[in-house]
Nanobody
């Protein structure tokens, strides 16, 4: 059974940094992508970033480009989201998700098959 576990959330002041981790229990295919999504109170969940296996193609939402960096450690089945220059509007529950067998991956929830439970990120002003 595939399980995704997020960690690294917390409370940080504006301008600060956090690194989120997403550990997958197993990958059942070599063709996959890990995505990060977030959901702020009263808002819909939005795609933040993703990274695909193989060529390591990445995607970033416009709102985080230049501030967030996604990376992977294949030996640990773990994907990281380094978040710098955090803003209060980055406050949300952050989820990682795993998708298989798509032609491409991005910020759409339909690209992903498995979801973690989420980790809270709070940025104070």
């Amino acid at each position: 059974e595939v399980q995704l576990v997020e960690s690294g959330g917390g409370l940080v002041q504006a301008g600060g940094s956090l690194r989120l981790s997403c550990a997958a229990s197993v990958f059942t295919s070599d063709d996959y992508a890990i995505g990060w999504f977030r959901q702020a109170p009263g808002k819909e969940r939005e795609g933040v970033s993703c990274i695909s296996s193989g060529h390591g193609n990445t995607y970033y939402a416009d709102s985080v480009k230049g501030r967030f960096t996604i990376s992977s450690d294949n030996a640990k089945n773990t994907v990281y989201l380094q978040m710098n220059s955090l803003k209060p509007e980055d406050t949300a529950v952050y989820y990682c998700a795993l998708g298989y067998g798509r032609n491409s991956y991005g910020g759409a929830e339909s690209d992903y098959d498995y979801w973690g439970q989420g980790t809270q990120v709070t940025v104070s002003s």
